[in-house]
């Protein structure tokens, strides 16, 4: 049986919501339904950044990882993390993941900041997980939240954290990328 792992945040480890409606489990479910065999691991941590994920990582790659789906940065743009260091750490749990499964395949999901936010920030950090994508060869995300971000009907009450409906756009968002790569 081969294995993918997601990693990432809040919005990976479905906040707020039961295990089963967070979109790697909605996503477990489509494979099943299509026949794939893969185990589904949930390396999602709320509140985390790409800096706790390097030093987090580790811990997952004590099995073989065969597809492997990025999903940090969503809190280093809240936080005003600069880009650059968001972009350096993203590159370590990359470098990590390919160290211990040369043969993984990587998917990199996209964070944006709202361009309401002031400077050049929003832009450099929406371009950072582009540049990564490129310059690793691997199937990219642009916008994991694409749809979801400010709409109320798809969010929690904080406004932040997609509700079940929201979490099924991000499972589609991540199918139309790893279907691709099965």
């Known amino acids: 049986m081969k294995t993918i792992l997601f990693f990432g945040d809040s919005l990976t480890a479905g906040y707020g919501l039961p295990a089963a409606q967070a979109y790697p489990s ?18 999602g941590l ?14 997952w790659l004590n099995q073989p990882i065969d597809i492997f789906v990025l999903a940090l940065g969503a809190n280093d743009g809240l936080r005003g993390i600069p880009a650059r260091e968001t972009s350096q750490n993203l590159q ?3 470098d990590k993941v390919r160290l211990r499964n040369p ?17 050049r920030y929003a832009a450099e950090f929406r371009k950072l997980f582009r540049e990564l994508a490129l310059s690793n060869n691997i ?38 990328v790893l279907e691709g790569i099965l």
Request: charged share 20%; net charge negative.
């Open 103 to 119: 043969d993984v395949k990587i998917i990199l999901s996209g964070m944006e900041i709202p361009d309401i936010v002031p400077g």
């Open 26 to 43: 909605l996503i477990e479910q489509r494979l099943k339904e299509k026949g794939h065999n893969y185990r589904i691991l949930n390396g």
């Open 139 to 176: 199937a990219f995300i642009p916008f994991l939240l694409e749809g979801v971000a400010g709409m109320r009907q798809l969010n929690l009450a904080d406004g932040v954290h997609p509700n079940a409906e929201g979490q099924k756009l991000l499972a589609n968002h991540t199918w139309a």
């Open 92 to 94: 370590t749990i990359i």
């Open 46 to 59: 709320s509140g985390d950044t790409t800096a706790g994920g390097v030093q987090r990582i580790e811990r």
